[in-house]
């Protein structure tokens, strides 16, 4: 089956200036090397820590900003090959959902004005009286209703001008949608509404989704593979629930003992990384990783490791990761049976009244 996505050797050096004459002193490796394939209606997380590059490759994907190296074929086509008007044509199929829903709303326009813009532009509805029934449309899919259209971004809360932002998305009713950290600045309920609503939308239109975030307790809900990001490379990839059940590299380890659990009743090991996370301007030879693994190895120092697939669909971007102690499993309850059961009881009389309520 050919991939709807098909990303190669994508890289984005960005060029550091010093000085009265600007000139360049180094280069910030954002992006160093990345491969990925995403097939049509399929849902992949890049995931990662602050600076690792995740929030880069989307935009590169879309070409917001030009990389300096790579390949990138959406639907068979080579993006990086069009002219710009071209390439404007070509992003009626691909979208994006930002992390700021304020920021990436503008202040002056109705509404009704923002969703009904891109339907002018790509000539999806042809007609003041067209555009007004797509734009309600829209806003019935998000959940928003008609009325809506009337009113400016302030006027809204922040998990409905994510809705917003989401139904703009949509309105050009495109094949990719590249979601950067788009519930990250919302509450924890407000987060679910909005992963359950695209989930919703994805299945009944068929959307592929990149979802970019930090948060593996927001990505095991929507994805259906997960690549692990760190200093703009890839160290691992696999399906969500193989990564949970069975993480190699000692980074993804890190990062899912970092998970906080539901239940204060129960304790696990967890995987503490030293250190801070090395500049891009100057990351260390061999594997990047190498200054903070807790299992490394001489030749780590200066061997670059490949991300090699283990023919099931898990890749992972470290030659030892068998050699490593199994993940420590999740202990046992300390408290006594009744105090489980009396946390129970307080969350299902917690979900009760949010019923009643609503």
């Avoid at 879309?62 to 070509?90: C, K, N, Q, W, Y």
């Amino acid at each position: 089956m050919t991939a709807l996505l098909a990303v190669r050797d994508l890289a984005k050096h960005f060029p550091v200036r010093r000085g009265a004459f600007g000139l360049v002193s180094g280069h910030v490796r954002a992006v160093d090397g990345v491969d990925f394939e995403l097939a049509a209606g399929e849902t992949l997380a890049i995931v990662g820590e602050s600076g690792c590059g995740k929030s880069t490759v989307g935009r590169l994907v879309l070409r917001l900003i030009e990389p300096s190296a790579g390949t990138v074929r959406f639907e068979g086509e080579d993006l990086l090959a069009l002219s710009d008007s071209a390439m404007r044509a070509r992003r009626q199929r691909m979208q994006v959902i930002f992390q700021d829903p304020y920021a990436s709303l503008n202040p002056r326009m109705t509404v009704g004005a923002m969703l009904g813009e891109p339907l002018m532009l790509h000539g999806l509805a042809k007609g003041q009286a067209a555009r007004r029934a797509r734009v309600a449309e829209l806003l019935d899919l998000v959940g928003l209703r008609p009325d809506h259209a009337r009113r400016y971004p302030h006027e809204f809360s922040g998990g409905q001008r994510q809705r917003l932002a989401i139904a703009r998305a949509l309105a050009v009713e495109p094949k990719l949608i590249v979601a950067d950290e788009p519930v990250s600045a919302l509450d924890v309920s407000i987060q679910a509404q909005v992963i359950n609503l695209m989930r919703a939308l994805q299945q009944r239109f068929g959307l592929a989704y990149i979802f970019i975030s930090h948060d593996l307790a927001v990505v095991k809900h929507i994805a259906d593979r997960i690549a692990v990001m760190y200093l703009g490379k890839i160290v691992e990839t696999a399906t969500t629930e193989e990564l949970f059940r069975q993480p190699r590299h000692p980074y993804t380890r890190a990062l899912l003992a970092a998970v906080p659990m539901p239940d204060p009743t129960v304790e696990r090991e967890r995987a503490l990384l030293e250190g801070d996370l090395p500049s891009a301007m100057a990351p260390p030879p061999g594997c990047r990783f190498n200054t903070r693994c807790p299992f490394v190895r001489e030749s780590c120092r200066s061997d670059v490791p490949a991300l090699a697939d283990d023919g099931m669909g898990h890749a992972t971007a470290c030659p030892w990761w068998q050699e490593f102690p199994p993940v420590s499993p999740i202990a046992a309850a300390r408290g006594p049976d009744q105090d489980r059961a009396r946390l129970e009881r307080l969350q299902a009389a917690f979900v009760s009244a949010q019923r009643e309520a609503t």
